[in-house]
């Protein structure tokens, strides 16, 4: 277990299961929303976010997170103006951001530091990110408990919640922002490439296996959680870039729960 005796490997687990408790929660609720490649369209506009900020010499990680919230309240936006086609409002952010991020990417001096938000550096993390992180975990995890049966009723059918006295329009403020937030953050330490998949493949992985909604955020947690412990471990001992070893293990298993829910005769 020599692993933990290294201070980077610590922050690195500490940060790693902050987020693997954090992400899914926001996961759940986009999967069910049917707006499962928010994470990705917020990803790609948190790079444009950190290209500007290593441009403007400021705090990348606040660059990606302006550029997320702003990104998420265009989603919103579109999504309201086209509500029969939710999802183009993702495909629109995501070509910006794309676009955008390419653009500027061509002014960063430094293309490492701008690299490192791709993949993510989460065994290279400094002490103030990991206070960054944690208070932001922190934050989203109260913020979800306190709006976690109005997020469910939003989650399952917005117009139903509205009739029902939830104040819609102010939940998805708050969520939008919990999102923007959360992908701008693990963007600096698992990557923006692999964020999504964080907030997917446990939600995922979690529905099969949940008989209710509450189980199936719980699940989601605690195989993320599994995760990212499992992948970090196999990360330092095999010499692997942890946020893709993460991402595999997660499809591995998805793929391995499917194939034991045929063979047992239990698929929907």
Known sequence: ???????????????????????????????????????????????????????????????AAAACILASLGIEAIRRKLPRYSEMSIA?????????AGVLSGFVKS??????????????????EMYLVAGVSLAVLLMFLLLYKELFFIALDERSAR????PVGAVNFIFTIMTAI?????????????????????????????????????????????FMVIGLFAAYYLDLKPGGTIVLISVILLVVILAVKKLLGLSD
Not at 112 to 128: H, K, P
């Open 1 to 63: 277990m020599e692993i933990f005796e290294y201070a980077f490997m610590q922050r690195a687990f500490l940060v790693g299961i902050l987020l693997a408790m954090t992400i899914p929660c926001i996961g759940i609720v986009v999967v069910l929303r049917r707006l499962s490649m928010i994470g990705d369209a917020l990803s790609h506009a948190s790079l444009a976010g950190v290209a500007l900020g290593l441009i403007l010499g400021i705090n990348p990680v606040a660059g």
């Open 182 to 226: 959360t992908v701008a953050v693990a963007a600096r330490t698992v990557g923006a490439l692999i964020v999504s998949s964080m907030m997917v493949i446990p939600a995922a992985c979690a529905m099969q296996l949940g008989k209710n909604y509450r189980q199936t955020v719980l699940y989601a947690v605690l195989l993320d959680v599994i």
């Open 163 to 166: 009739l029902a006295g939830v």
């Open 92 to 100: 629109i952010m995501m070509s910006a951001g794309v676009g955008l």
């Open 111 to 128: 293309s490492a530091n701008f690299n490192s938000f791709l993949f993510g550096s989460i065994v290279a993390i400094s002490d103030l």
